[in-house]
């Protein structure tokens, strides 16, 4: 089993920054994607940021530029580093992890971000 636990929302004003956490914990390896989704109010969940284990990123066009996804191997933690926020960007951030074998699909709770304008 994978636990996640993100951290870090709030509200924000437009232009600023924040940062999520994502603790994982459980059976982990280091080989997992991990990445961050979102849900906006009344909209379908959607993809934000994945990291590879060896580092390689891919984004969302809405938030290329804007926002990285580094990540800890060490301590098996993934952040979102989220800059020049938008009031579009208020939504649900959820963390998740993916293997593919076997296959793992895990998310966090979700943690929340409001951009006020």
């Known amino acids: 089993q994978v636990q996640l636990v993100e951290s870090g929302g709030g509200l924000v004003q437009a232009g600023g920054s924040l940062r999520f956490s994502c603790a994982a914990s459980g059976s982990i390896r280091r080989s997992d994607t991990m990445g961050w989704y979102r849900q906006a109010p009344g909209k379908q969940r959607e993809f934000v940021a994945v990291i590879s284990d060896g580092g390689n990123t891919n984004y969302a066009y809405s938030v290329k530029g804007r926002f990285i996804i580094p990540r800890d191997n060490s301590k098996n933690w993934v952040y979102l580093q989220m800059d020049s926020l938008e009031p579009a960007d208020t939504a649900a951030y959820y963390c998740?992890?993916?293997?593919?074998?076997?296959?793992?699909?895990?998310w966090g709770q979700g943690t929340e971000v409001t951009v006020s304008s």
């Open positions: 998740s992890l993916k293997r593919a074998t076997p296959r793992v699909d895990s």
